[in-house]
């Protein structure tokens, strides 16, 4: 038990898990335009999001945008946005020399100790168990 009374973090990232990429199967081709891909997206997904038992928040180079572009699409409000600090140089040739993605440190230090579940079509294998040894610096 880790103490905190405060819901688990959900971190989201936008392009692949909420908005995938290429084609959808199901529907009749729709071009290259931006939009095509918003067109997408469903109020459902929004309602799923917001009842699992966490706290939603954006993980994504989107970051402000998810919430202009993204939220109001599928119907959720405004979220937490994690903002992307430049990295160290230390920083990216530990990332790299463990086969981390770069957003693993950021969130980890992000979540504070908090519990917290991540989907990003970027997570690695090597990812995971790094989840237990980064800390907050």
């Given amino acids: 038990m880790t103490g905190h009374t405060e819901r688990p973090l959900l971190f989201l990232d936008v392009d692949g898990p909420i908005l995938p990429f290429g084609e959808d199967p199901h529907r009749a081709l729709r071009g290259t335009t931006p939009d095509a891909r ?6 459902e997904l929004g309602s799923r999001l917001a009842a699992l038992p966490c706290e939603l ?3 994504t180079t989107w970051e402000e945008e998810a919430n202009a572009e ?3 699409r599928i119907g ?6 994690v903002t992307w600090p430049e990295p160290t140089d230390q920083h990216e040739r530990e990332d790299r020399w463990f086969g981390l993605c770069w957003k693993t440190r950021p969130l980890v ?3 504070g100790g908090r519990p917290f579940a991540w989907v990003d079509d970027e997570i ?14």
């Fill in 38 to 43: 918003l067109a997408r997206l469903t109020c």
């Fill in 76 to 81: 959720l409000p405004r979220l937490p946005v």
């Fill in 70 to 72: 993204i939220a109001p």
């Fill in 109 to 111: 230090n992000w979540a």
């Fill in 124 to 137: 690695t294998d090597a990812d995971r168990p790094a989840f237990r040894v980064i800390r907050h610096v």
């Fill in 57 to 59: 928040v954006w993980a």
